[in-house]
Nanobody, 120 residues
Framework: QVQLAESGGGLVQAGGSLRLSCAASGRTFNNYAMAWIRQAPGKEREFVSAITWSGFSTYYADSVKGRFTISRTTPNTVYLEMNSLKPEDTAVYHC??????????????WGQGTQVTVSS
């Protein structure tokens, strides 16, 4: 059974930093892209960032470019370093995996998410 487990969320003041982690299990995600996708209350899911299985290529949403960094240390482990956080970054952040490396929310496997709250 494939599972993606996120951790690292929390409450932080504007301008602060958080590091999210995602550990996947149940299969090896060689040749799978992994992504971070967020959903704020009352809003649709929003693509944040994605990385290829090799880690050589990445996508970022314009809203986080220059502030967030995605990385991947193993096929099954991905991180999201978030700096200069803003109140509008408040959302549940989901880790996702899929066979296509795309800058959208079309991923096959999803985690339950971790809450990130940025206070002003």
């Amino acid at each position: 059974q494939v599972q993606l487990a996120e951790s690292g969320g929390g409450l932080v003041q504007a301008g602060g930093s958080l590091r999210l982690s995602c550990a996947a299990s149940g299969r090896t995600f060689n040749n799978y892209a992994m992504a971070w996708i967020r959903q704020a209350p009352g809003k649709e899911r929003e693509f944040v960032s994605a990385i290829t299985w090799s880690g050589f290529s990445t996508y970022y949403a314009d809203s986080v470019k220059g502030r967030f960094t995605i990385s991947r240390t193993t096929p099954n482990t991905v991180y999201l370093e978030m700096n200069s956080l803003k109140p509008e970054d408040t959302a549940v952040y989901h880790c996702a995996a899929g066979s296509a490396f795309v800058p959208n929310t079309e991923y096959t496997y999803w985690g339950q998410g971790t809450q990130v709250t940025v206070s002003s």
